[in-house]
T-cell receptor
Framework: IAGITQAPTSQILAAGRRMTLRCTQD?????MYWYRQDLGLGLRLIHY???????GKGEVPDGYSVSRANTDDFPLTLASAVPSQTSVYFC????????????FGSGTRLTVV | DQQVKQNSPSLSVQEGRISILNCDYT??????FLWYKKYPAEGPTFLIS?????DKNEDGRFTVFLNKSAKHLSLHIVPSQPGDSAVYFC??????????????FGTGTQLKVEL
């Protein structure tokens, strides 16, 4: 089934540890995104990539990094996790310039303790 | 500063009645507006969109209305069904410098359709 695969589904992480959330898409979309969802705050953009080899910062990039080595993969890394990074993380993709919206993955629920 | 606002965190309607979800925005550069639906433990799924040059778009039971002068859009669901119970996110699109489009989301409205 075409779409976006995120892993892990959920994770409990000790503060200070490093963690990489994985995201893979098989739709050959140029653009990919990472959002976090928090109660009362909706979905906020962390980082994005318009095409392989390029990345950009969103609204809440601090404490996160991304890379886009190829079209399909867009991992999100927390170098040293803090409790405020407890959230649900969604990866999404779209055709560049498409106005039909994004395709989202099922999310990763991360708890930092 | 919240550029896309959904002021109603929740809405409850009876099955068969109309559901109206509202959204306000502040950025005049938004060129497309979208609604997403989200069930628990799933990612948001695209529902319907409207270009900033239109004032109405209809798809089956779902209609989106855009009032540019008021910077307001609404999603109408009629008739509402229990399966429509979900969180609905309003989103607005603008072009990134250098290509691609960025979606800015509202905080969501939890719709509950009661039997």
């Amino acid at each position: 089934i075409a779409g976006i695969t995120q892993a892990p589904t959920s994770q409990i992480l000790a503060a200070g540890r490093r963690m990489t959330l994985r995201c893979t898409q098989d739709m050959r979309h140029n653009a990919m995104y990472w959002y976090r969802q928090d109660l009362g705050l909706g979905l906020r953009l962390i980082h994005y990539s318009n095409t392989a080899g390029t990345t950009g910062k969103g609204e809440v990039p601090d404490g996160y990094s991304v890379s886009r080595a190829n079209t399909d993969d867009f991992p999100l890394t927390l170098a040293s996790a803090v409790p405020s990074q407890t959230s649900v993380y969604f990866c999404a993709s779209s055709e560049t310039g498409a106005t039909g919206g994004y395709t989202f993955g099922s999310g990763t629920r991360l708890t930092v303790v | 500063d919240q550029q896309v606002k959904q002021n109603s965190p929740s809405l409850s309607v009876q099955e068969g009645r109309i559901s109206i979800l509202n959204c306000d925005y502040t950025n005049s550069m938004f060129d497309y507006f979208l609604w997403y639906k989200k069930y628990p433990a799933e990612g948001p799924t695209f529902l319907i969109s409207i270009s900033s040059i239109k004032d109405k778009n209809e798809d089956g039971r779902f209609t989106v209305f855009l009032n540019k002068s008021a910077k307001h859009l609404s999603l109408h669901i009629v008739p509402s069904q229990p399966g429509d119970s979900a969180v609905y996110f309003c989103a607005a699109s603008e072009l990134f410098t250098g290509g691609g489009n960025k979606l800015t989301f509202g905080t969501g409205t939890q719709l509950k359709v009661e039997l």
